[in-house]
């Protein structure tokens, strides 16, 4: 893979760049190098428990400068793909109050007592009321999107549960799985980022810590990827016939750009 062909730098964050509150080896020299030969860096996460400005204020806070990135979440692109699917929808949402309010700035509407639509994304302050509700309009035979299917979330104290987890439980209560699930590994979320970024397919590249989102999601848009062991995946996890570029951390991408 020749780094230096690519234009369009598409890097997830958790596991990846970060680990909560700490930045991972090489992070701050990659973005610095990535700005310096102009390219485009975009964090691209499933993660959907914080806004966009969230994420950027964190980077920037960890040192990062602004110029040299942008960020996209699943959150963004669940509100997109629910106005360009599903407009006029009354949306119930499992969302942190910050996502609700982004939601609800962006002209979606959401609904307690008469929603169409059900939508999961990565709710931290989720309980059993509002989980009974949702697999009650899941039973009722709501249309069910998610923000994403990752499993885990890596933190510095070790994974915690994301919407992967919670869809499980889902499905286990009302024998349904989401219609449609937004985020990675969906390649559309990539397709659109490069159709933004005016670039072709051999133009781009995904850096993340999943096989199952970060690699599958390159994979489906055919765009080639690299795999990180900072984050969920270890080296025992990757298979024998992968086709992707697999290193510790991204500090090693820093001889390669």
């Known amino acids: 893979m020749n780094l230096n062909e690519k234009k369009l730098f598409v890097m997830d964050m958790d596991g990846t760049f970060y680990l909560g509150h700490r930045l991972l080896l090489g992070a701050l020299e990659v973005s610095r190098m990535l700005h310096a030969r102009g390219k485009h860096l975009v964090f691209l996460?499933?993660?959907?428990?914080?806004?966009?400005?969230?994420?950027?204020?964190?980077?920037?806070?960890?040192?990062?400068?602004?110029?040299?990135?942008e960020v996209y979440t699943s959150g963004e692109a669940t509100i997109s793909f629910l106005k360009s699917n599903y407009p006029g929808s009354r949306v119930f949402l499992l969302a942190v109050p910050s996502v609700r309010v982004m939601f609800e700035?962006?002209?979606?509407?959401?609904?307690?007592?008469?929603?169409?639509?059900?939508v999961i994304t990565y709710d931290k302050t989720i309980d059993f009321d509002k989980l009974t509700r949702f697999c009650g309009l899941v039973r009722d035979g709501v249309t069910?999107?998610?923000?994403?299917?990752?499993?885990?979330?890596?933190?510095?104290?070790?994974?915690?549960?994301?919407?992967?987890?919670?869809?499980?439980?889902?499905?286990?209560?009302?024998?349904?799985?989401?219609d449609?699930?937004?985020?990675?590994?969906n390649p559309e979320i990539l397709k659109m980022l490069m159709k933004d970024y005016g670039v072709r397919e051999e133009e781009t590249v995904m850096i993340g810590d999943r096989i199952y989102t970060d690699m599958e999601c390159a994979r489906k848009a055919g765009v080639e990827s690299?795999?990180?062991?900072?984050?969920?995946?270890?080296?025992?996890?990757?298979?024998?016939?992968?086709?992707?570029?697999?290193?510790?951390?991204?500090?090693?991408l820093v001889s390669k750009i």
């Open 45 to 69: 996460t499933n993660n959907s428990s914080e806004t966009p400005q969230y994420y950027t204020d964190k980077l920037v806070r960890l040192g990062v400068k602004r110029k040299h990135f």
């Open 105 to 118: 700035d962006a002209g979606v509407c959401l609904s307690e007592d008469d929603p169409n639509v059900a």
């Open 144 to 178: 069910y999107i998610a923000s994403h299917p990752d499993i885990n979330c890596p933190t510095e104290d070790g994974p915690i549960p994301d919407v992967g987890s919670f869809m499980e439980l889902i499905k286990a209560s009302t024998g349904r799985r989401a």
């Open 180 to 185: 449609h699930i937004v985020g990675k590994p």
């Open 226 to 252: 690299i795999l990180v062991l900072s984050g969920e995946t270890t080296s025992a996890m990757v298979p024998e016939d992968h086709d992707y570029l697999v290193i510790d951390d991204i500090s090693s």
